[in-house]
Structure formats: C-alpha cells, structure tokens
C-alpha cells in the first residue's frame, strides 16, 4: 500500500514570492506517477502538474516546479513568483503505473497569498 | 470541450433513501474514478474502474457500489445511504498508458455535495 505525507497544513506567503510545499510518499513500485493538484475556493479540483518516476528531470509548468528525489521519496512544489490566485488547497497524489487507476492523495496544504 | 459531468452539484437526502450520482467523460478515457472529500482527510478514493465492466475497490468502498457498462459513464450507487456518507464527492477520469500520447492523471468533475439527514 502507497501513503502520502504533507506534512504542512497550512502555509503563508507574500505575493510575488516563492514558496515551496512538501510532500513525501512510501512505495515498494518502481514505476510511478506523482501529481500536484490545486483546489481554489471553488472545490473544482485541478491538475497542477506531473512527474514520471522514470525521468529523472523534474516538471516544470510556468511558475510551478517539481523537485523530485526518488530515493528519499519526496516530491515538493515550489510556486515562484506567487499571485492571489494561487491561494488554494494543494494536494500531492501518487498513482502507480501497475496497478493504474488506484490513487493515494495527501491530506493537502492549504496555501495562502497575502497581498 | 473535454469534460468530466457529474451531476446533480447538490443533493439533501434522507437516511435510507436509495440515490444515485451520474458521471460521464467525454474524452474516451479508459480510467474513472470515484472519491469523497472530508475536512483533513484529503481525498479517498472509493472504486475505480480500467475499462468498461472492470472495476476495483479503492480505500473506502463500504456502502457504495458502482457500474461502468459504456466507457463514458460511471454512475456512484449508495443503495442505503446514512449520515457518515455525508460528503464532497469527485468523479474523475484519466486515459491510460496504453492509450497513445496519454497526460497521464485524473480530470476531475466538479463536484456533488451530498448531506444525508
């Protein structure tokens, strides 16, 4: 069985800065997908980015990286640049290639942009 | 537009009474899914299914059931439902990796609310 951990429930940050969210996972697989998702006030869950096990580069989409480090099994988000739209709940999600369509989520971190 | 629809957004019921959440995707993806939010348990996920008339159970099934008989649609079944159902209820879907040029990751609907009273 997968667990993923965030271990901040809940986080601050000045617009305009860089903040980084932490999640860490457990797993015997070894082919895998990590996900970050974002839940704005509107509940509408959103796909923020993604990361294959298998690469060693990490994601980047925009303002938003991955850093990646398969053997400690952690997998953080950093937001450069922070606007308000960022304030959300964000989730970190593990799906394993083997077994696809099971999902494991963390319990989230909800980030704050402060004007 | 590419889209996962579950409907109805909200519903009140009353303990017992039989219902029904509807889910369709319509981006022929392999994968769908079911999950409940609750405050501080982040999402779990309830059944999932590969492919029509494939389905699993995910961490929380007890007191739900499901179908996939077309690949579009994916209906949540609580044939009994009471209180501790009460819930944010996601529907979502993902192409798999056999399917070629597949983003791999679940596209969410947009959510049913549900009190059981």
């Known amino acids: 069985a997968q667990t993923v951990t965030q271990s901040q429930p809940e986080m601050s940050v000045q617009e305009a800065e860089t903040v980084t969210l932490s999640c860490t996972y457990d797993?015997?697989?070894?082919?895998?997908?990590l996900f970050w998702y974002k839940q704005p006030p509107s509940r509408q869950m959103i796909l923020v980015i993604r990361q294959e096990a298998y690469k060693q580069q990490n994601a980047t989409e925009n303002r938003f990286s991955v850093n990646f480090q398969k053997a400690a099994k952690s997998f953080s988000l950093k937001i450069s640049d922070s606007q308000l739209g960022d304030t959300a709940m964000y989730f970190c999600a593990f799906m394993a290639y083997d077994n696809a369509g099971k999902s494991t989520f963390g319990d989230g971190t909800t980030l704050t942009v402060k004007p | 537009e590419a889209q996962v629809t579950q409907n109805p957004r909200y519903l009140i019921t009353v303990t017992g009474k039989k219902l029904t959440v509807t889910c369709s995707q319509n981006m022929n993806h392999e994968y769908m899914s079911w999950y409940r939010q609750d405050p501080g348990l982040g999402l779990r996920q309830i059944y999932y299914s590969m492919n029509v008339e494939v389905t699993d159970k995910g961490d929380v099934p007890e007191g739900y059931k499901v179908s996939r008989k077309e690949k579009r649609n994916f209906p949540l079944i609580l044939e009994s439902p009471s209180p501790n159902q009460t819930s944010l209820y996601f529907c979502?879907?993902?192409?798999?990796?056999?399917?070629?040029?597949?983003?791999?990751?679940?596209?969410f609907g947009s959510g049913t609310r549900l009190t059981v009273v």
């Open positions: 979502a879907s993902s192409c798999g990796p056999g399917q070629g040029n597949c983003n791999y990751g679940y596209t």
């Open positions: 797993t015997s697989e070894n082919n895998y997908y």
